[in-house]
T-cell receptor, first 117, second 112 residues
């Protein structure tokens, strides 16, 4: 248990559906992240939020829409996805963005396994 | 262009022996490196890190070595235990930023 929870753990959706992934951190961190991990590929950073403001958006298609209503919650809204979007979506949080100390290490949730049919 | 590479998708080791996981990088601007461990159905968890001003960092059974000239780092686990069986990810952070760049991961299996 890392203090970062994600729901749902598994999701199957059609290409015309709209769904949302939820992430909640109980660590008092001020930065949150969405990553995508496709089969046999490295984790890819999608979005970064610091103090509820988006600070990074790595050329992610607009069918993925993040939302950070407060420092403890992060959502990823999904609509009109493609089968190639099937992947494990991981949320992470950290205290600060620098990442160069144990205090700033990213803590990951268990992920949502998404299948787009 | 993948800047962090783990060329061995899998490694199998006998319990009690040494496990050596390797990672290579191409971006000379990386100055901080981390190893994460991931069990099935769980997210990655931080294991150990090293700054580019060092060439070795040790934490219990885990030691990370950094060879800057070769742009290579390795994680040594001694002695290996069955509970160490997991996927190990190498990650790097550049001097000018904070973004983690991950390798593909290596599946370590420690056989009893």
């Amino acid at each position: 248990e890392t203090g970062v929870t994600q729901t749902p753990r598994h999701l199957v959706m059609g290409m015309t559906n709209k769904k949302s992934l939820k992430c909640e951190q109980h660590l008092g961190h001020n930065a949150m992240y969405w990553y995508k991990q496709s089969a046999k590929k490295p984790l890819e950073l999608m979005f970064v939020y610091s103090l509820e403001e988006r600070v990074e958006n790595n050329s992610v298609p607009s069918r993925f829409s993040p939302e950070c209503p407060n420092s403890s919650h992060l959502f990823l809204h999904l609509h009109t996805l493609q089968p190639e979007d099937s992947a494990l979506y991981l949320c992470a949080s950290s205290q600060g963005l620098a990442g160069r100390s144990s205090q700033e290490t990213q803590y990951f949730g268990p992920g949502t396994r998404l299948l787009v049919l | 262009d993948q800047q962090v590479k783990q060329n061995s998708p899998s490694l199998s080791v006998q319990e009690g022996r040494i496990s050596i996981l390797n990672c290579d990088y191409t971006n000379s601007m990386f100055d901080y490196f981390l190893w994460y461990k991931k069990y099935p159905a769980e997210g990655p968890t931080f294991l150990i890190s090293i700054s580019s001003i060092k060439d070795k960092n040790e934490d219990g059974r885990f030691t990370v070595f950094l060879n800057k000239s070769a742009k290579h780092l390795s994680l040594h686990i001694v002695p290996s235990q069955p509970g160490d069986s997991a996927v190990y990810f190498c990650a790097a952070i550049p001097t000018s930023g904070s973004r983690l760049t991950f390798g593909e991961g290596t599946q370590l299996t420690v056989n009893p």
